[in-house]
Structures are given as C-alpha cells and as structure tokens.
C-alpha cells in the first residue's frame, strides 16, 4: 500500500520505540483509521477452542501491551486480538534504548520486559470497549518478583483478566525479564499448570463459562523440552499452544547493526525456526490440538506456510511494522485458501 510506504518512512525516521508510540497513540485516538488504512475485512468463520473467529488472522501479544487500540486493530479485521503481556503491577520495562530495526533483514530486537501500566488499568479499558474480534490477554510475572513467587503472579493475572478476557495466554518464554524461561522446565511447568487449572475450575464456578488457557513458548528449545511442554499442556488440560515468542539466536542477522543487542529477534529471519518447533509440536500433539502459528510472518504466503506446518490460526507483529495494515487482510486471504497441515 503506497500510503503506508510513506508513512513508514517517516514512521523509521523515528527511533523505534517512539515510532512505536506515536503509532500507538493515533490508533488510540482515531480507532476507525484501523479500517480505512486495511481496507475490506475478509470473512473466513472459524471455530476453535469455543470460540468464533470471523478469520483466522490475529494479532500477536506485545504490541498493544495495555490494549489502547484494541478498537482500532478489530477495525483492522483481525480475526483476533491479543493484548499484553500484562502483569500484577505496573512496571516501567528495561532501560532505554530497548527496541532496534534491522531493516535489511526486515527484523526487530527489543528487551522491553514487559512494560506495561498493570492488570487492573488493563481490565478497566477492556471492560467498556465494543469489538467483533475475539480478545486474548496475555500475562506475566513482573520483573522483581522472585522466581519462587512467581506461580502467585500469573494467578493474579488470571483472576483478574478471566471476566474480560475471550482466552488467556500464559507467557512463560519472553527473554527479556531474567529468569522466566526457566518456567519452560518440566517441574516449574507441571506446578504452573497445575495451579492455573485449579484456579481456572474455581472461576468457571464463578463466572459460568470456561475460558481457553494457552501458553505461549520460545523457539530456544530442544526436542526433549518440547515433547515435555507438549506432553504437560495436553496433561493438565490446558487448550492451546502458541507457537513462538521471540529468539536470542542471531546466526540469521550476524554482523549486521544492532545485531548485538540483547534481546529478543522478530520478523523475516525467525519463519524457518518457528516452523520447524510448530511442525514438531503438530506432530506430538496430534490433528486436533490448538496451535498458533507466529514469528516470521510478512507475507500471505507466510501465513500459509504457517498453516501447513500445523497453525489452526496465526497471529502477526513484526510483518505490520514493516508492510502495514494491508498485510492483514493478505494474510486472511492466504488462510482461507490455505490447506491445513
């Protein structure tokens, strides 16, 4: 889209996190910009986990962290929209600077570790705002509460979301709050998913409707750790995986600027990597287990290789940094001709 192509130039102009900002701000405020800047919303019913999704094109968390455009993105014609990571408390993140382009290579590194203005800020803006899209939250640990402690936070967040929220992803694989990726171990993981299912049996009680609970894990894995998670999540009940968070490899970007940087890479150079640990997980899981597909997405034809490596639905970020609002109804396109795994 030629209109987009022009406003990224200004939008790069910026320093990343501040482009970020401004964007963020103008969805806020001009939410039907959403719809003008995507053009037509592609139908393409879906029904998974109990949900309907009018298509199977979602956004991924991290971009609308306190969910202040969720208007503007179901606007878009996401199919769904997922906000977060959130925590108990609000917390200022990582110091700056903690975003960095690698344009060359259509890429993205940031550390951000989960800033964000809290739970309840988040259930409060929630709670009043109209949508058609299907609306996950995504939860964390804040950043100074002890490992130990950190099963406390996520039940927190869990409780709090649970009346607003359409499903919940459990955010165990970010790399840029110390420590968390240890919750991706065997004991730490069990005793997790343990306590979510025993909360979430309490909250159906209470609110009458049993929400999805999915958890959303890295692509830093070994086999033997993946077959675990796998095996785990189907044990414990829980209703999807998403497949993956960001990578701290950098093999695909060495040498380039900012390639350094601590943190998480996003974009063009983790498709192949988060293929490959969706593919394994499609084939221990089996054909009717819920899996996202996410990471590395610029493109329709993404999306659908997204599909055929096993994606019941695909959530975008990097790729509407870089290609804007017209990726999504491209995407939607590609997932409703796309064949299943």
Partial sequence: MKGYRLARRALFALDAERSHEFTMAMLSRHPASGGLLSGRIVDDPTRLMGLDFR???????GLDKNGEAIEAFDRMGFGFIEVGTVTPRPQP???RPRMFRLPSERALINR????NQGVDALVKRTARIRRRAVLGINI???ADTPMEQAELDYLACLHKVYAVADYITVNISSPNTKGLRELQQASRFDSLLSALGDAREQLTARYGVRRPILVKIAPDIDEEALIGIADAARRHGIDGLIATNTTIAREAVAGLPHAHETGGLSGAPLLKASNAILAQLRERVGPDFPLIGVGGVMSGA???AKRAAGADLVQIYTGLI???PALV????RALRAAPSA
């Fill in 302 to 304: 993404d999306a659908a």
């Fill in 112 to 115: 951000l570790g989960f800033n």
């Fill in 329 to 332: 109804p491209e995407c939607a």
């Fill in 55 to 61: 298509n199977r094109i979602g956004l991924a968390a």
């Fill in 322 to 324: 870089y290609r804007g």
């Fill in 140 to 142: 964390g640990k804040n």
């Fill in 93 to 95: 993140g990582n110091p």
